[in-house]
C-alpha cells in the first residue's frame, strides 16, 4: 500500500537565477512515496571484492550528454555512477518507488509534480546534492556548448520549468499534461552544478575526464584500448537504503576491451566472471569445455519479461538506392529469418513483428515480411531494377548485342547484378560492428545474391560502426538499441531528428502524420487513443519498409564462475540483460573453495536444469 503524509504548506527559499517570483509549495500538500515494495536485490548477497566483466570497445567519451554519449559503455556509465533519476519504476512490481527523492505530489493539473530530495545524498567529492544540481541539468540540457539537439529538444519539449523551493524540494512543471507524470517528469537526474563549468571547450574539455557522480561507483581507472574501471565511492549515501540493498555489490568492477567474438574466451580464462550469451550456436555446442563439465562455470537461462527494443538493420533514407520504397520493400521480402532461424540458431527465436513488440502498443495485426523471392522480384522491376541483359535487349543494338552473346561464351563476375536503366546496379554494403553475426549476415548476403543483389560487409570496431550509424554514414546499419518500460517512438521517428545527425533516427525518416501521431501518444489521457495512434505508426513503419526487424527471446542465458551469487529469483523480471538491475555478488567463500578444486581437479556439482523460470512465464506463453 502506498503512504500517503499530509503536511502543511512551507515556506519558500530564496527564488534561483531567473525567477522573478519566489516558488511555494501549494497549502495542504499530499506527500506520496512507496516503501512497501520489496527491495530489488537479496539480503544473501556480499558486499565487496572485484567483478571483471567487458565491454566491445574503449568509451568514445566519459560524459553522459554530447556527441557520442550514447555508446556501448554508456549503459555502464549511466547504471553505475551518474544517471540516477527522482524516481525508478521496480523491475518486479512496476510500482514507482524513491530514488534520488523520498516523496512527490501529483497535482490535479497532471503536469505539475513537487518532489522531496533525500537529504542524505552526497556527490563522490562528498558535497550535498541539492536542488540545484536539477536546475542546472535542466539548464544544461539547453546549453548549446553541449552539442546535443536530443537534449535540447527533450529539455523543450518535456519541461515548462524546474523550480528550486528550498535546497531539498522542487518544482517540475510539465510542457503538457501526461497520463504518466512520474515517468514523464522525473527521470531527469542531478549534474554538479559546483564542479561543471559550461563554455564553448566544454564538449573537448570533458570528453575523456570521469565526473563527479552521485552513484555508488567513480571512474578510478582509464587505460585506453585496454580497460575502464570502477572503484566503489566510500560512505556511498545510498548504503543500506531500502530499495539500494542487495544491489551494486562489488566493490570494483574492471571492463576489459574485448572483441565480442572473444568473450567466451576471456570468461574461459576467468578474466572475466559473466557472460551473458547471446548466440545460440556458442550456447549450444561451445559451452563443452573443462570447466562447464566439472561444474566450474554454470549456466542458467532465466526467463524474464521485457520489450525488445529496436533490433534489426536499418536502412540510411538519405542513400540513394533506398529512396525507393520498391527497392525497400524488395530487400524486405529476401530476409530468409526461418533459414537463419532453423540452421543457425537452434530455432530458439520468435521474428520481432512490431516496431514496439512486447508492448500495449505493438499492433496485434502487424506481420513481418515473410521469406517471398516472387514478391521481390515484382518490387525490383518495379524499381526499375532488371537483369543486364534485360537492359541491353532494350537499346537500340539489342540485335547486336544478341548476336554477340551468342559468341562470346565468357561472362563478368557481376553480370548477374541486377540494374537499372542509368546502369546503377542493385548494390549496397552493410555496416556492422558485431563479429559474432557475421555468419547471419554471410547467409543473408548468399539469399540476396541469388536475386540479384550484391551485398557488401564491412565489419568495423563497434565504436566505429556505433558511431556510423548515429551520423548516418552507412546505405544499411546493423543496429541494437534497448529501450524501457514504455516505448518512445519520438527518439526513432520525428521529423525533428530527421534533420540533424547524432540522434537515434538513423534512418532519416519524419512525416507530418508520424509527427501528429506520435504527439498523440505522448500528450493524450485516453489509453484507446494512445494505442490507435501507436497502432498507426506501427502499420506506417511497416509500410515504409525501412527497418528490418530481427529477432527476440524471453530469456537471459548467463554463463558464470561459480562464485558468482545470484537471488533466488534469479534477475528482476523486467531486464534485457542481467546488468540491468546489478544483483550479483562475489561469495569469498566459493571462490576459495572453487580455486581449490581447479587446483586438484575436483568436480563440483553440476546443475541438470538449466532453465529458470522464477515468474512463471514459460506457462504464461504457452
Known amino acids: 500500500m502506498r503512504i500517503v503524509l499530509w503536511v502543511s504548506a512551507l515556506l519558500a527559499a530564496a527564488p534561483l537565477g531567473a525567477q522573478d517570483v519566489a ?26 571484492g572485484t567483478f571483471n566483466d567487458w565491454i566491445g570497445a574503449y568509451p568514445l567519451t566519459f560524459r553522459l550528454v554530447g556527441p557520442n554519449s550514447n555508446d556501448g559503455f554508456a549503459g555502464w556509465n549511466r547504471l553505475f555512477t551518474m544517471a540516477f533519476s527522482l524516481v525508478k519504476r521496480h523491475p518486479v512490481t512496476d510500482n514507482y518507488i524513491p530514488w534520488m527523492a ?14 522531496r530530495l533525500d537529504p542524505d545524498a552526497r556527490w563522490s567529492d562528498g558535497e550535498p546534492i541539492t536542488a540545484d544540481d536539477w536546475v542546472f541539468t535542466y539548464e544544461m540540457f539547453q546549453s548549446p556548448h553541449i552539442v546535443d539537439p536530443f537534449y535540447a529538444i527533450l529539455a523543450q519539449e518535456t519541461w515548462e520549468s524546474i523550480d528550486k523551493i528550498d535546497d531539498y524540494t522542487l518544482r517540475i512543471v510539465g510542457k503538457d499534461p501526461s497520463w504518466r507524470p ?32 552521485p552513484g555508488p561507483y567513480i571512474v578510478t581507472g582509464r587505460e585506453r584500448g585496454e580497460s575502464v574501471t570502477f572503484s566503489r565511492v566510500d560512505g556511498w549515501w545510498g548504503e543500506g537504503k531500502h530499495y539500494f540493498r542487495g544491489l551494486y555489490n562489488p566493490d570494483t568492477i574492471q571492463l576489459r576491451i574485448v572483441p565480442e567474438e572473444r568473450s567466451l574466451d ?7 566472471d ?58 524486405q521480402y529476401l530476409f530468409n529469418f526461418e ?23 505493438a499492433n496485434p495485426d502487424i506481420e513481418p515480411y515473410s521469406f517471398d523471392p516472387q514478391r521481390a522480384r515484382e518490387h525490383l522491376a518495379r524499381a526499375g531494377y532488371r537483369r543486364p541483359s534485360e537492359n541491353r535487349s532494350r537499346g537500340l543494338l539489342a540485335s547486336a548485342g544478341r548476336m554477340l552473346n551468342g559468341l562470346i561464351t565468357t561472362r563478368a563476375a557481376d553480370d548477374d547484378i541486377l540494374v537499372n536503366e542509368r546502369g546503377e546496379k542493385a548494390s549496397f554494403s552493410i555496416v556492422y560492428g558485431s563479429k559474432g553475426l557475421e555468419r547471419h549476415l554471410t547467409v543473408m548476403q548468399q539469399d540476396y545474391r541469388r536475386a540479384g543483389v550484391e551485398v557488401r560487409l564491412r565489419l568495423l570496431e563497434p565504436g566505429a560502426a556505433f558511431e556510423r550509424g548515429l551520423e548516418r554514414k552507412y546505405e544499411m546499419h546493423l543496429m541494437g538499441r534497448g529501450t524501457s518500460f514504455f516505448p518512445d517512438p519520438r527518439q526513432y521517428l520525428h521529423t525533428e531528428f530527421r534533420d540533424t545527425t547524432n540522434n537515434n533516427n538513423v534512418w532519416g525518416f519524419g512525416t507530418p502524420q508520424v509527427d501528429s501521431l506520435i504527439e498523440v501518444f505522448e500528450d493524450d489521457l485516453d489509453l484507446e487513443d494512445r494505442q490507435a495512434a501507436m497502432w498507426r505508426i506501427d502499420e506506417i513503419v511497416h509500410d515504409e519498409a525501412f527497418h528490418i526487424p530481427f529477432w527476440g527471446a524471453p530469456f537471459v542465458r548467463l554463463a558464470y564462475w561459480d562464485y558468482i551469487g545470484w537471488p533466488d529469483n534469479w534477475l528482476p523480471k523486467r531486464v534485457l540483460a542481467y546488468n540491468d538491475w546489478p ?10 573453495a572453487l580455486e581449490e578444486a581447479m587446483r586438484t581437479g575436483t568436480p563440483l556439482p553440476v546443475d541438470q536444469e538449466i532453465d529458470k523460470d522464477p515468474y512463471d512465464l514459460v506457462d504464461d506463453r504457452q
Not at 194 to 200: C, E, K
Request: cysteine-free.
Open 23 to 48: 516558488v511555494v509549495l501549494p497549502p495542504g500538500i499530499a506527500w506520496s512515496t512507496n516503501y512497501d515494495d520489496p527491495p530489488i536485490g537479496s539480503p544473501e548477497a556480499i558486499r565487496g
Open 266 to 272: 576471456y570468461l574461459r580464462l576467468g578474466q572475466i
Open 339 to 361: 533459414r537463419l532461424n532453423r540452421n543457425l540458431m537452434f530455432d530458439e527465436y520468435l521474428r520481432i513483428s512490431s516496431f514496439f513488440e512486447g508492448t500495449e502498443y
Open 274 to 331: 559473466v557472460l551473458q550469451e547471446n548466440t545460440a550456436r556458442t550456447w549450444n555446442e561451445d559451452y563443452t569445455f573443462e570447466a562447464v563439465r566439472n561444474g566450474w562455470i554454470k549456466r542458467a537461462r532465466v526467463f524474464v519479461d521485457f520489450p525488445q527494443g529496436v533490433y534489426g538493420l536499418a536502412m540510411n533514407l538519405e542513400a540513394p538506392i533506398f529512396q525507393d520504397k520498391d527497392f525497400r520493400k524488395a530487400i
Open 102 to 115: 523520498t516523496a512527490w505530489s501529483v497535482q490535479d493539473d497532471q503536469r505539475t509534480v513537487y518532489v
Open 182 to 213: 512520474l515517468w514523464d517528469f522525473l527521470g531527469i537526474w542531478p549534474t554538479p552544478s559546483h564542479v561543471v563549468t559550461l563554455d564553448s571547450t566544454w564538449v573537448e574539455r570533458t570528453n575523456n575526464e570521469p565526473q563527479v557522480a
Open 583 to 592: 544483483v550479483f555478488w562475489i561469495d569469498p567463500d566459493r571462490k576459495a
